[in-house]
């Protein structure tokens, strides 16, 4: 049975910084395409940022560039996302995916997280 877990959510103050984890099991970790996506209340989800199978490359949304950071380990199953210089606007559920096919980081998923809240206040 596949899992993807986070952790790292919280209560933050602007200016900030957090690090999600997503821990994955039962998969080939290293076989997937791994990202994150938000969904803030009343908005839908929306990509953040993506890291290929061998994290030597990624892609990152415009509203993140500069301030999050994606990464991964494949020897611990697990992909983070760093956020520094964190705004109320950065207030969502953030969930990990996994995906094989080269495609749109937002199509094709194969696997979801369950989530965890992330809350910046001003």
């Known amino acids: 049975q596949v899992q993807l877990v986070e952790s790292g959510g919280g209560l933050v103050q602007a200016g900030g910084s957090l690090r999600l984890s997503c821990a994955a099991s039962?998969?080939?970790?290293?076989?997937?395409?791994m990202s994150w996506f938000r969904q803030a209340p009343g908005k839908e989800r929306e990509f953040v940022a993506g890291?290929?199978?061998?994290?030597?490359?990624?892609n990152y949304a415009d509203s993140v560039k500069g301030r999050f950071t994606i990464s991964r380990d494949n020897d611990k199953s697990t992909v983070y996302l760093q956020m520094n210089s964190l705004k109320p606007e950065d207030t969502a559920i953030y969930s990990c995916a996994a995906k094989l096919r080269p495609s749109t980081w937002n199509a094709d998923i194969n696997y979801w997280g369950q989530g965890t809240q992330v809350t910046v206040s001003s």
């Open positions: 039962g998969l080939t970790f290293s076989a997937y395409r």
């Open positions: 890291i290929n199978r061998g994290a030597d490359s990624s």
